[in-house]
């Protein structure tokens, strides 16, 4: 058969084919400027595509076919031992490679986990600010000192951290959204300017239920 339908039938290209004519892997007839590849070049194409697949190096593959070739089909009990011995030093090389890899693959882990930490390490942690849970109990109303109700909450951690807050009495109304008290309309922005929420009770109980970074930062604002 001719090379392109040699390639098909091995699944092989015809580049491929021709390196292996060079390197006398496969030993095809030739007419003219044609080869002509019979069962013996397929065999010895499936025994190379084998070898390879085991680790064998072309070169290898190449003192393999010679020695095959060389010592025929009735082989002796001494060439059988020559391949076998080709056979096993390859496995040695193979495992000993497999170990080193092993090696490697757990180095590489450890790599991995040391960067991942330092990577997460150079991000600041980021503290969410919203209004203590507890405090809650605790304030009261700016206009008539009742104390507060609230709505509509996302609390996360204990802090509130979205709802609305309103009086039943006086229908004083304000909203926190990302911990953060907005949302006034003018009359109570004008009350709250003038007459800041109270705290109803001890203003160290207050202080001890609210985290120290949130009335700081209250403060600030302020």
Known sequence: MRIGEFSKKHSVTKDTIRHYINLELIIPKKNGSHFFFDNKCSDDLIEVIQLKNLGFSLKEIQKLLIF????????????????????NDKYKELV?????????VTKLEDYIIKNNSNHTDDYPKIHKLGLPLQSL????????????????????NNLI????IFCKKCSFTCFIEDGILINLSNEDKNIAQSKPMSIRGNLGEYTDKTPSKFINFMYNVC
């Open 68 to 87: 095959n070739r060389l010592s025929g089909i009735n082989k002796t009990e001494e060439d059988k031992c020559y391949i076998l011995d080709i056979l």
């Open 96 to 104: 000993d490679r497999l170990d080193h890899l092993k090696i490697s």
């Open 137 to 156: 109990d605790i304030l009261s109303c700016p206009v008539c000192g009742e104390s507060l109700n609230f709505s509509d909450g996302l609390i996360e």
């Open 161 to 164: 951290m979205k709802s609305r």
